[in-house]
């Protein structure tokens, strides 16, 4: 496989998982907002699954997706052989 056919599928691969990701954040940060109010009929722990959300889920579902990114760019930069700058390596940095 030619390196620039390799180099298309992983910037695709990476835009695949970013726009998934960027989608999640957007239905948590967005549109459980703004459904607040009708989702105050469901509880979580005995809370309004709104205030939950906004108290609890979002920052947990944030940190989700900051890891998940974290593992799958790893796994993907080890299929690709794409490294990190050697200046680091050469410097002590890991």
């Known amino acids: 496989m030619l390196i620039e056919q390799r180099q298309r599928i992983y910037w695709r691969r990476n835009l695949r998982v970013t726009g998934l990701l960027l989608v999640l954040w957007f239905l948590v940060t967005f549109v459980v907002t703004y459904f607040a109010e009708e989702l105050a009929e469901f509880t979580v722990l005995g809370l309004?699954?709104?205030?939950y959300m906004a108290?609890?889920?979002?920052?947990?579902?944030?940190?989700?997706?900051?890891?998940?990114?974290?593992?799958?760019?790893?796994?993907l930069d080890r299929a690709y052989g794409v490294r990190e700058s050697l200046d680091n390596e050469r410097e002590g940095h890991q």
Not at 48 to 51: A, L, Q, R
């Open 48 to 51: 309004p699954f709104g205030f």
């Open 55 to 75: 108290a609890q889920g979002a920052p947990l579902i944030y940190a989700l997706i900051v890891g998940s990114y974290a593992v799958y760019m790893n796994r």
